[in-house]
């Protein structure tokens, strides 16, 4: 069993930065891939980015690409979300979700190759 706790969410003006932060408690945290998702109100939740269990290889929507870096430490149980250049689209209940792996390097966009998950944290972008 994994338990995944974000942080790091707030209000900031559009052009300003943030970093999320996912912790990790159980084991083999080096055995998941890492994925971020978000939900903006009315909207259905949406792939962001996602980080393969070693941090060799990650991946990015579209949207997010150029401007968030997603990043993690395997001795800290932790994974990462800088987002720069935060635009009002932004604006969305972020949540982190681990993807077990084994030994593959791989990551999916797909939420139910998805394990588990946070609960998630608020990011406010104010034009």
């Known amino acids: 069993q994994v338990q995944l706790v974000e942080s790091g969410g707030g209000s900031v003006q559009a052009g300003g930065s943030l970093r999320l932060s996912c912790a990790a408690s159980?084991?083999?945290?080096?055995?998941?891939?890492m994925g971020w998702f978000r939900q903006a109100p009315g909207k259905e939740r949406e792939f962001v980015s996602a980080i393969t269990r070693t941090g060799r290889s990650t991946d990015y929507a579209d949207s997010v690409k150029g401007r968030f870096t997603i990043s993690r430490d395997n001795a800290k149980n932790t994974a990462y979300l800088q987002m720069a250049n935060l635009k009002p689209d932004d604006t969305a209940v972020y949540l982190c979700?681990?993807?077990?792996?084994?030994?593959?390097?791989?990551?999916?966009?797909?939420?139910?190759?998805?394990?588990?998950w946070g609960q998630g944290t608020q990011v406010t972008v104010s034009s």
């Open positions: 979700a681990a993807d077990w792996r084994g030994y593959s390097e791989a990551t999916t966009r797909r939420q139910n190759g998805y394990d588990y």
């Open positions: 159980g084991p083999s945290f080096s055995s998941y891939a």
